[in-house]
């Protein structure tokens, strides 16, 4: 089977829905304080009857309003920016009670902005770090304009904020908004920096039960999520956390095509010791900062066997497979296992180490 990959970055997934042609708007939580559902950066793409079509900002009734936005925004063309308020006061009222205020874009014209969705979607695919810049102008929102610099772009010619700020930005890791146009006469300005930098990469070898759950888990804790299975129905997007890379091949070939750098992470859950084999093969003597592979103690014991008498790996090589794969938690379910391997992961990610599986 040739290999094959999809990918449900938000990012791209608008970038495509620009291509088809037909009306939609993007709701981008600009701001967020206090308690919100959603931090700033969170987007949905909404269509023209007013359905979430991808992402989320937080659901309830910002999402409602925001949709409810959408519909009209689509119908005139025109951006809108709405300020939202959960601090109701009485449980039993229809008003959220969260406790926060949060400031949304909501973007029609999503379709003038193809390059710039198509290039973040791109650096994120390539691990390059930078940042994706949207630009507000005017009270009412009478013009939106985005656009993707990558790191080297980010030169002291940059106009509001300026590079110091857009560079301080991508260093923390943390979104901006940046207002301008408070004196008489100037223009506002509202411009939204989003850095996109890549976390650790976590492959996780086989979309199964427990893959999937570890896709959700891991990204939870700041792992960028690449799943690979040989089988189309285990490589669908929507079984997968939003963000996360499915590639569809044979494991061997997909994890040897992968760059397993220092922050690369690998645990392999195949649905048989054959394809734990290849995949361990393609990964066992590259410097990736972790490598587990599930299993019984049986079964690891026979896989060591057979990679030192083959020559496939050295006895030092081999110790460093994490396997059988997590902590001993006595984990049952699939969601204890993954939680026992994320566990695993955090310990080396943090401490460079990590307690094993007694193979005893």
Request: hydrophobic share 45%.
């Amino acid at each position: 089977m040739g290999a094959g990959r999809h990918s449900s970055d938000i990012y791209r997934t608008i970038a495509r829905m620009c291509g088809r042609g037909a009306g939609f708007a993007v709701a981008l939580v600009l701001k967020a304080e206090g308690s919100t559902p959603c931090k700033p950066g969170a987007r949905a793409a909404i269509d023209a009857a007013g359905s979430v079509r991808r992402g989320t900002i937080g659901g309830g009734k910002v999402e409602a309003e925001a949709q409810r936005r959408a519909v009209e925004a689509v119908r005139t063309g025109r951006p809108v920016v709405f300020d939202f308020n959960l601090e109701g006061d009485a449980v039993r009222g229809s008003r959220p009670i969260c406790g926060g205020t949060m400031r949304v874009l909501v973007d029609p014209t999503a379709a003038r902005h193809i390059a710039a969705y198509a290039a973040a979607a791109e650096a994120r695919e390539c691990r390059a770090r930078g940042v994706l810049v949207t630009t507000v102008r005017g009270p009412d929102a009478r013009d939106v304009a985005l656009e993707f610099l990558v790191e080297e772009a980010i030169t002291p010619e940059l106009g509001f904020p300026g590079a110091e700020a857009v560079r301080a930005a991508l260093e923390r890791e943390e979104t901006g908004l940046f207002v301008s146009g408070s004196a008489p006469g100037a223009e506002r300005l509202e411009v939204f920096v989003e850095p996109l930098s890549p976390g650790p990469l976590l492959v996780i070898v086989g979309g199964g039960h427990i893959g999937q759950a570890l896709a959700v888990q891991s990204g939870l804790v700041g792992f960028d999520v690449t799943v690979i299975d040989d089988r189309p129905e285990f490589t669908d997007p929507d079984l997968f956390p939003e963000g996360a890379t499915v590639r569809c091949g044979r494991p061997g070939e997909e994890v040897g095509g992968l760059p397993l750098g220092a922050d690369a992470y690998v645990v392999i859950v195949t649905r048989g010791h054959e394809q734990d084999a290849e995949a361990l093969a393609a990964c066992i003597r590259r410097p990736a900062a972790y490598v587990g592979m599930i299993g019984s103690r049986r079964k690891v014991a026979l896989m060591r066997k057979h990679f030192i008498e083959s020559g496939r790996a050295t006895e030092a090589e081999f110790g460093r497979v994490y396997a059988p794969v997590g902590l001993d938690i006595g984990a049952v379910t699939v969601p204890e296992i993954a939680a026992g391997i994320v566990a695993q992961l955090i310990a080396v990610r943090r401490r460079g180490v990590a307690p094993r599986m007694p193979v005893e």
